[in-house]
């Protein structure tokens, strides 16, 4: 018999969850990053591409709402929320940039804190899960979250954001400055979570890894979408390969006519 009773509004990581975005604009002060953005993550994983300062970071933030917003935003149909703690309520969590950890603190306590919407049973229930869910961790459960190595930082930050069994999980960048091995291992994770029926959506910069693992992408770019698609097609299509693989020439072929081009208005089905 379970000695534990889960929280009523945490679904257990496995809601499938759908969220939709509708002419959402966002930015700083009176510096508007976002406009008009349309776009989807349906469960699996979704993953966002674009170059530096295209406002990819700025998407996830207002998404989470730590900066204000416009537009509509709808979980599963329902209009999701702008403050942050309803956000989390609603099951949905964030990676930010920079993994933001208390390097003071153990890893332990760093994924308790991910769990501070939880009655202390069900913490406990998931502080297990997140180290059978994250091994390496288990190992490292009592090190200073500051002395581990950058990889194993960033997967702490995952598994506390995976602590609040969220529905839909946001990585900004998850392997920011990791070395090849650890990157391919950070994204294997991210794919474990989405093969788990959780919504990710994910900023990435190694575009052809991301669009390895990814069901489906979207390229940002000075705060427009300039394409969108599965992300199969994605990484065969002119507008990736000519501008983020190098590619001499693309296939312009059946992947230039799956991925639409200035695709904004075509990305809600
Ligand atoms: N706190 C802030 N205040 C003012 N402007 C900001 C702030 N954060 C970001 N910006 C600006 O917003 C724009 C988009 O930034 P954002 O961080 O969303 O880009 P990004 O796509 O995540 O880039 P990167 O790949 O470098 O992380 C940039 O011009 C940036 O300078
Ligand atoms: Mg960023």
Do not use: C
């Amino acid at each position: 018999m379970m000695w534990w009773r889960p929280d009523p509004f945490v679904l257990g990581g496995s809601g499938r969850a759908h969220l939709k975005v509708q002419g959402l604009a966002a930015g700083y002060g009176p510096f508007l990053v976002l406009r008009e953005l349309q776009l989807e993550a349906r469960p699996g994983l979704t993953v966002i591409l674009g170059p530096n300062g295209a406002g990819k970071s700025t998407l996830l933030k207002a998404l989470a709402g730590l900066i204000p917003r416009r537009g509509w935003v709808t979980l599963d149909g329902d209009e999701l929320s702008e403050k942050t703690h309803e956000i989390v309520r609603a099951g949905i969590a964030l990676v930010a940039e920079g993994r933001q950890l208390f390097p003071q603190m153990t890893v332990t306590e760093n994924l308790e804190l991910g769990g501070w919407l939880l009655s202390r049973p069900e913490r406990v229930r998931r502080l297990e899960q997140a180290f059978a869910d994250f091994p390496k961790l288990r190992e490292r459960a009592q090190q200073l979250a500051g002395t581990m190595s950058g990889g194993e930082q960033q997967m702490v930050a995952v598994a506390r954001a995976m602590m609040s069994a969220p529905r839909l999980l946001m990585l900004d960048e998850p392997s920011l400055g990791l070395a090849p091995k650890m990157v391919d291992e950070l994204l294997a994770i991210a794919r474990r979570i989405a093969d788990a029926g959780i919504t990710v959506l994910m900023v990435e910069q190694n575009v052809k890894k991301a669009l390895a693992v990814a069901d489906r992408g979207y390229v940002l770019e000075r705060g427009a979408l300039v394409a969108s698609g599965p992300a199969r097609l994605l990484a065969r299509s002119a507008v990736v390969r000519e501008a983020y693989l190098g590619a001499a020439a693309a296939d312009t072929t059946s992947a230039a006519a799956a991925v639409s081009r200035q695709a904004a208005r075509a990305a809600i089905a």
